[in-house]
């Protein structure tokens, strides 16, 4: 949460025999505080040493509601077929690496068998619903839990592969809850959408939908790229270029699935490629 810069505190202090000295402030927060926000502190210190010459020093504290954040490195989309390890961190708000029990659940929610509809306005109005995708999978109810672990950082920070390649297409919702040493409960969300390069199923019923295994590749090396729709018998048009070099283009047709490209990176595609779908 972001907010401007507000003067707390500011005055003059005398170092102790050893040239030490300590500067204490009340950290005022602006915001309300039932709310859960972090807010960075900036310390200024002016020192005039014995000579008349002066000595700037700026610190930084970040401070919050909470004294713990957690946090795991996982991707909005992955594919099961080439699933990577997921970081957990427990961590104070400065940064400093804390050893916590982390409690990991992981639940599998229940998609919608069509394409959601939203109204592309938000007051009453007579007019058609125009249908559009929505990319909001928070909202989804809970199906099924997949799987609950405790984890402790100290020993273990890291939730397995393993686990993710196991789980079918489909749409997750992975719950991190740990407890501060004041006995609050810390919990933190993520979602993330599962295909299998393996199938052509769509994770969930979507108007589009795009995935990329990597970015950045070298000379011999594939990447994967994924396009899927819900929509059956639907015209897209497909775009590669390097630089101003077209690859490959042309109109195709896909019927309620994913499409996998296989893309080898060639000699002559250093500087990049860069990828276009219109549907």
Not at 142 to 165: G, H
Request: charged letters at 25%; proline letters at 4%.
């Amino acid at each position: 949460i972001y907010s401007s810069e507000i003067p707390i505190s500011a005055g003059e202090i005398q170092t102790n025999e050893n040239g030490d000295f300590e500067i204490t402030f009340k950290a005022i927060a602006p915001l309300k505080q039932n709310e859960v926000n972090y807010y960075n502190y900036s310390v200024i210190a002016e020192v005039t040493d014995a000579t008349g010459e002066t000595h700037t020093q700026n610190t930084h504290v970040k401070i919050g509601s909470h004294s713990l954040l957690i946090s795991a490195d996982l991707p909005p989309i992955m594919d099961s077929q080439n699933a990577k390890d997921v970081l957990i961190k427990a961590q104070t708000p400065n940064g400093k690496t804390l050893q916590k029990e982390i409690v990991f659940k992981l639940e599998k929610l229940k998609t919608p068998d069509h394409i959601i509809k939203e109204q592309p306005w938000d007051v009453d109005t007579n007019f058609t619903t125009i249908p559009i995708e929505s990319s909001e999978i928070s909202d989804l109810s809970i199906e099924a839990t997949v799987l609950i672990k405790t984890l402790n950082t100290k020993n273990d920070s890291i939730i397995p592969k393993s686990i993710f390649q196991a789980l079918s297409n489909g749409a997750y919702k992975m719950t991190l809850t740990a407890t501060e040493k004041n006995g609050l409960k810390v919990e933190q969300t993520a979602f993330v959408k599962i295909l299998s390069s393996q199938n052509n199923e769509m994770p969930l019923k979507a108007a589009s939908f795009f995935f990329m295994d990597k970015t950045i590749a070298q000379v011999d090396e594939q990447i994967k790229f994924s396009l899927g729709t819900s929509y059956k018998k639907q015209d897209y048009y497909y775009l590669m270029t390097s630089g101003n070099k077209i690859i490959e283009s042309g109109w195709q047709k896909i019927n309620d699935e994913i499409k996998h490209i296989n893309i080898k990176i060639l000699e002559e595609y250093r500087g990049g490629i860069s990828l276009q779908v219109f549907f």
